[in-house]
């Protein structure tokens, strides 16, 4: 066993796991999704006064229509009563005239409400108008700060890549498939240093008679770690 070459491509392979496990901790991300939430909250509260906006200019319009309707009946009911002559026939048009008029005054009356509500949106609107700049900012430089955090994670990971070939090329076939054996199996960590009597592996202690049992492995061979069963060098 190469145990020079193994720990050599361990430590490669260590650190790529380390990368991995490091993008969505990066404090980077959480910030970004922070300020991408708080935008798009801030544009949904945007989206809907809009809504109330374009729903009170259209009651407003509906109102503004039904009340030239009423003018212009009004209008010739006015006209016909100055032709009529009977006074039953007159006080029946003035009643109708006196119903399209108490009409019209509720027609105006839900205009100025849908006016008050056109006013209040629109002075909401104007305020998320003033907000959003500095929100899109936000999101714009914590959007810009992610990608050069994640890009330096990737030229890291890059530069492992590209020195992973070299390494696995200094063992054999044989010893590289016991280590990516071992590595599935110990969960990516199978080559470990013992640094006094402690394994870096599962981080115990190694008994005398354990490190003796280790000290009296044959050279070329790599001892295992009595605990956790990864390979150790020393
Ligand atoms: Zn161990």
């Known amino acids: 066993m190469n145990a020079a070459a193994l720990l050599a491509l361990q430590e490669i392979d ?12 990066l404090p980077e991300v959480a910030a970004h999704r922070a300020a991408a939430e708080a935008l798009a909250a801030h544009r ?3 989206a809907d006064a809009q809504r109330r906006i374009d729903e ?34 007159a006080e029946a048009l003035m009643h109708q005239i006196d119903t399209l008029n108490t009409q019209r005054g509720a027609l105006d009356d839900q205009e100025l409400a849908s006016l008050d509500l056109q006013a209040e ?37 890059a530069d492992l890549h590209a020195r992973r070939p ?5 063992l054999t076939e044989e010893e590289l498939a016991s280590y990516e054996r071992a590595r599935k199996h110990f969960d990516g960590v199978a080559i ?7 394994c870096h592996g599962c981080h115990l202690d190694l008994s005398p008679a354990e490190l003796d049992e280790v000290k009296a492995t044959p050279a070329g061979q790599l001892p295992e770690c009595p605990q956790c069963g990864r390979y150790l060098v020393r």
């Open 14 to 25: 260590s650190a790529l796991t380390v990368i991995d496990n490091k993008r969505p901790r």
């Open 44 to 46: 949904a509260r945007m």
């Open 56 to 89: 009170a200019v259209a009651a407003i319009e509906a109102t503004e229509h039904a009340s030239a309707d009423i003018v212009t009946k009004r209008t010739r009911l006015e006209g016909q009563l100055k032709t009529i002559i009977a006074p039953r026939e």
């Open 121 to 157: 949106a629109e002075s909401e609107m104007s305020a998320f108008d003033a907000d959003l700049p500095a929100l899109e900012a936000t999101a714009a430089q914590a959007r810009a700060e992610l990608q050069v955090a994640t890009a330096a994670l990737d030229a890291e990971a």
């Open 166 to 170: 070299a390494a696995a090329a200094a």
């Open 192 to 198: 470990t240093h013992l640094e006094g009597t402690h």
